[in-house]
């Protein structure tokens, strides 16, 4: 185990999270605005409680509604009332906070504002189904285990909401709405960040059928005519700034790598492929370089996908690194990847990292990466390997960056 390389990978996560914090992103964003009339305030996402939190220091509100994942919020904030609900699939508490926020947001006037922030892991936490909410359940998770990235699964899922696709802000008129956006989606597009409640939609009813056709989704008769039913395409109510993204954590961890005497190369902010791919990628490109005196780090941000073939435990950013594992084995060299939000699917984990001593010691273990990927149980592994990310909730969601280091 290389213990230099692990506390310099550590400096690089801490570093980079701590960029895209949404404190003062939220503080930006409503710096010398004044609002007339009564404004309520509505959250939704991983990043909720920490923008609710600004923001009620910022402005004077007048109620609202926060929902934030389970392990995300921090306490109660004066004058809202704080859900902590399911994710990535919607449960029941999901849809009682989005009830208590329309309730919110129900007979306000022209002159009242919703101030509404937003940020990734929305789709499942706001959400007021259009069909039983078994079903809804039941597709999400057919698309998560399908391999489909987070604009397909979007598209899908708008359709099937009453507050998806522009339809909350329907909700809110004749309110104006201002809508403070923390990015988790390559690009920026508005409509697809947490589904865009608060957006018009540009995605299309012939697009959202093909996604369920490449995917074989099934889908009840109620289903597919949601899927059939065209979204707002207008949303004249509603301002919207984003304060956060993908390429901020990137920059940060850049910059972390050269005060840490590497050379950082980044090679992309908009990574989308198998994380399994990505990892694998990651790890020729510390095979190609190595060796050559040269401190080195590249950098990829975006986010991965995993298709599920088995029932461990982990996430796309545990799969991408321990993916990486054979094929640093034997360099002096390091691959980490990690969640900006600070959980990795359905774990406590942030992410992942491993050196060029990993793979051997996994196979002391008799564990075979290989199979350990077959059955998507990343985390047991790189367990054993004391190569698990630990942060904890973060408070903000902007997507991933990976990070491999080859030192000389």
């Not at 006037?109 to 007021?128: I, K, M, P, Q, Y």
């Not at 993204?245 to 005497?261: D, K, Q």
């Not at 080195?296 to 950013?317: H, I, P, Q, Y």
């Not at 992942?352 to 008799?366: I, K, N, P």
Request: glycine share 12%.
């Amino acid at each position: 185990m290389n213990d230099k390389l692990r506390r310099d990978g550590r400096r690089i996560v801490d570093r980079a999270i701590g960029a895209v914090l949404p404190d003062e992103a939220v503080r930006r964003a409503l710096e010398g605005r004044e609002f007339s009339g009564r404004v309520v305030l509505v959250a939704a996402g991983k990043a909720a409680w920490q923008m609710a939190r600004t923001a009620a220091e910022c402005v004077r509100v007048s109620g609202g509604v926060v929902v934030t994942k389970y392990g995300h919020g921090k306490g109660d904030i004066p004058g809202l009332v704080c859900y902590e609900a399911g994710h990535p699939v919607p449960d029941e508490n999901s849809f009682r906070a989005t009830e208590a926020a329309i309730d919110a947001v129900t007979g306000l006037t022209a002159e009242d504002t919703v101030l509404f922030l937003l940020s990734g892991g929305g789709s499942a936490l706001f959400e007021r189904p259009l069909l039983p909410p078994e079903e809804l359940q039941d597709i999400t998770g057919q698309l998560l285990a399908s391999g489909a990235d987070i604009v397909e699964m979007n598209t899908i899922r708008k359709r099937l909401s009453a507050v998806k696709g522009g339809r909350f802000a329907q909700l809110c008129r004749p309110a104006h709405v201002v809508s403070i956006v923390l990015s988790d989606i390559l690009g920026d597009p508005l409509d697809m960040i947490a589904s865009g409640p608060a957006c018009a939609d540009r995605s299309t009813c012939a697009e959202a059928k093909a996604v369920a056709e490449k995917y074989g989704l099934r889908l009840s008769p109620l289903a597919r005519e949601l899927l059939a039913r065209e979204t707002p395409k207008q949303a004249d109510n509603v301002e919207s700034v984003i304060t956060g993204s993908v390429r901020e954590l990137c920059a940060a961890a850049a910059e972390e790598c050269r005060a840490l005497g590497y050379e950082p190369l980044m090679l992309t902010d908009r990574l989308c492929c198998q994380a399994r791919e990505a990892g694998s990628f990651l790890a020729s490109m510390v095979r190609t370089h190595a060796g050559q005196g040269r401190r080195l780090a590249f950098l990829a941000g975006g986010e991965t996908v995993v298709r599920l073939t088995g029932s461990g435990k982990g996430g796309r950013t545990q799969e991408l690194a321990l993916a990486a594992a054979e094929g640093i084995e034997g360099l002096d060299a390091l691959v980490l990847s990690v969640g900006s939000d600070g959980t990795d699917g359905p774990t406590d984990a942030a992410g992942g990292m491993v050196d060029g001593d990993t793979a051997g010691e996994l196979r002391r273990q008799g564990l075979r990466i290989y199979d350990v990927l077959q059955d998507n149980d990343a985390y047991h592994a790189l367990e054993k390997a004391e190569g698990l990310i630990i942060t904890g909730p973060t408070g903000t969601n902007v997507n991933d960056v990976a990070v491999a280091l080859v030192n000389g």
